[in-house]
């Protein structure tokens, strides 16, 4: 069974923290996707990876970078964390060789105290 | 930048009942798509429509894509207790783009 596995469900950090969120998937997929998931707001995106040391900003970018030294893997990096970036956190990957669909992570519950 | 809006934004009908939830966008479109998410966790991908089908299958769901009207709908038949969950629809812009626009979401709860 494809998988995107996101290394922590729940997680809890301190203000001004630097803070990693780790996504792989085993697929072989070229674009990766991370999204963050308010209420009333749906889900926004904030980094994307068309390929392996590619990345592309989204919708919301600030406060967060990204990391893609591999193919496999794609890391969300909070810079200095801040209470407004508590969130869940969904990572997607794709394939980038027809027209499917994302598979996502089960989300990371971020609180940031 | 929301693109897709999920009309109603909440439904609650019994088992055994069909859903129909609506997508309308703003911009053309390459494809859409439908996902479906339960509480607290992350997006299952359920159907993928292109811009030039008009009705697509899958199971006991069934999509509509009205392009003219900039408008789909996801129908599901006979539902379950096992349905309940958020239903989003995202659209794919230009077929080089690599992203997908989400809506906002609407909360289906089944009643036993």
């Known amino acids: 069974d494809v998988k995107v596995t996101q290394s922590s469900r729940y997680l809890v950090k301190r203000t001004g923290e630097k803070v990693f969120l780790e996504c792989v998937q085993d697929?072989?997929?070229?674009?990766m996707f991370w999204y963050r998931q308010d209420p009333g707001l749906g889900l926004r995106l904030i980094y994307f990876?068309?390929?392996?040391?590619?990345?592309e900003k989204g919708d919301i970018p600030e406060g967060y970078s990204v990391s893609r030294e591999k193919k496999e893997r794609f890391s969300l990096i909070l810079e200095s964390a801040s209470t407004n970036q508590t969130s869940m956190y969904l990572c997607?990957?794709?394939?980038?060789?027809?027209?499917?669909?994302?598979?996502f992570g089960s989300g990371t519950r971020l609180t940031v105290v | 930048s929301q693109q897709g809006e999920e009309d109603p934004q909440a439904l609650s009908i019994q088992e055994g009942e069909n859903a129909t939830m609506n997508c309308s966008y703003k911009?053309?479109?390459?494809?859409l798509q439908w996902y479906r998410q339960n509480s607290g966790r992350g997006l299952v991908h359920l159907i993928l429509?292109?811009?030039?089908?008009r009705e697509k299958h899958s199971g006991r769901l069934r999509v509509t894509l009205d392009t003219s009207k900039k408008s789909s709908s996801l129908l599901i038949t006979a539902s379950r207790a096992a349905d309940t969950a958020s239903y989003f629809c995202a659209t794919r812009q230009e077929a080089g783009s690599y992203q997908l626009t989400f809506g906002k979401g609407t909360k289906l709860s089944v009643i036993p």
């Open positions: 697929m072989d997929h070229e674009n």
């Open positions: 990876s068309y390929d392996v040391k590619m990345k």
């Open positions: 911009t053309s479109i390459n494809n």
């Open positions: 429509i292109r811009s030039n089908e």
């Open positions: 997607a990957s794709r394939d980038n060789r027809g027209n499917y669909g994302y598979t």
